[in-house]
């Protein structure tokens, strides 16, 4: 019996998963979340848009905690402007139609912090 499906499952991971601060608790909050990688950072795509909380998280407070292939993160995240940043958001929604199929939300980006 061949482990090659988990093999390419752990090359090619389908979640990640983000913790945010609740905005109004200001208690840790988890999820797990569908996402790509582009230039360096995490992209995710939130289908309810403005109305996750999540993403009022992120706009409350930028600072991120991620774990994704076996690596941990801290970083900042933030809303794409597509239209101040149109490439990057075309290629990015291209990145999550050949993964998922789907790209119809709003774009998150997540950075990790540089290496002291």
Do not use: H
């Not at 230039?39 to 289908?47: D, N, V």
């Not at 848009?49 to 933030?78: C, D, H, K, L, M």
């Amino acid at each position: 019996m061949s482990d090659e499906p988990f093999a390419s499952a752990r090359k090619d991971p389908q979640f990640l998963y983000l913790r945010t601060i609740g905005r109004t608790s200001g208690l840790p909050r988890e999820i797990e979340i569908w996402f790509v990688d582009y230039e360096g950072c995490y992209y995710l795509c939130a289908e309810t848009r403005e109305q996750a909380n999540w993403v009022q998280n992120i706009r409350r407070n930028p600072q991120v905690w991620f774990w994704v292939n076996g690596q941990t993160y801290r970083g900042t995240g933030r809303v794409v402007d597509a239209a101040a940043e149109p490439d990057r958001a075309a290629a990015v929604s291209a990145l999550f139609d050949r993964k998922y199929e789907w790209s119809n939300g709003l774009l998150v980006e997540l950075c990790p912090e540089a290496a002291p």
